[in-house]
């Protein structure tokens, strides 16, 4: 059996950076975290081990006088308010990308106010990333995530679209095309609302797609790494599954099942932008140690 870890996958940049502060900064003492730093309870549970507390908004409330981590996701400006108002200092780990993204959405915002429009988030409603976009907001953005979201649009009004950074391409250009096909509708073609779409999906993470459907066309079987939580892990994996019908989702080598295997298959493991490579790296060693004990046929 040939076992192949994709190099492409594991933690993007903003992930990897959100976890290397929190390690640097508990090495000084106690730090809260903000929601899960990861969407991968492996991660979560062994950075709990070293001292990582992780509290929810309603928590943060009564917290004064402490540490409190930002994760990637970024945060609405309450969460900054509150800060100052509970002498909280906070570490801020915002993925450059979510900042640019908060920033650019702020000052749409500002010109809808102006012309009574719209703003308008494909991303999926209480994700954390979602959460600090529509912050951005005073909470006004639609958020659309299904085809029936659409009907929230006043679709002669103006609209501003942007795309959560962790969302598919081909999702949000179907959404895009399917608003404009409803202005069409609404306003006749030569009688055009203000219609600005943007992608503000990040290329780290939507590069990932092409590299993933190679990896999963030249292996036998594909082992998909990732927490349930993570959206991006939802997407990703589909991807692998499209490309290769014996593509399976594990949270960790536990789930892993002898069954799916043939002692002479090529078995790719790769995982999301929120999966380590030490855990895809425990995976692979469980398959090698289990296939250590079969007999070649």
Known sequence: MEITIDKNSGYCFGVEFAIQMAEDEMQEGALYCLGDIVHNSME???????????????????????????????????TYQLALENNIELVDASCPVVLKLQNRVKLAYDRMCDVDGQIVIYGKNGHAEVIGLTGQTNNEAIIIMEDSDLDKIDFNRPVTLYSQTTKSTAGFYRIRAMIEERIKAVKGEFNEVDFSANDSICRQVSNREPQLEKFSQEQDVIIFVSGKKSSNGKALYSVCLKQNPRSYF????????????????????????????????????????????????
Not at 58 to 78: Q, T
Not at 258 to 277: Q, Y
């Open 44 to 78: 979560v549970k062994r950075l709990n081990a070293k001292g990582l507390k992780i509290i929810d908004r309603e928590e943060l409330k009564d917290i004064k006088n402490a540490k409190v981590l930002i994760r990637a996701h970024g945060e609405p400006p309450e």
């Open 250 to 297: 594990v949270e960790n080598e536990e789930e892993v099942d002898k069954s799916w295997f043939r002692d002479t298959d090529k078995v790719g493991i790769c995982g999301a932008t929120s999966t380590p490579m030490w855990l895809m790296e425990q995976v692979r060693n469980h398959i090698e140690k289990t296939f250590e004990k079969i007999p070649v046929a």
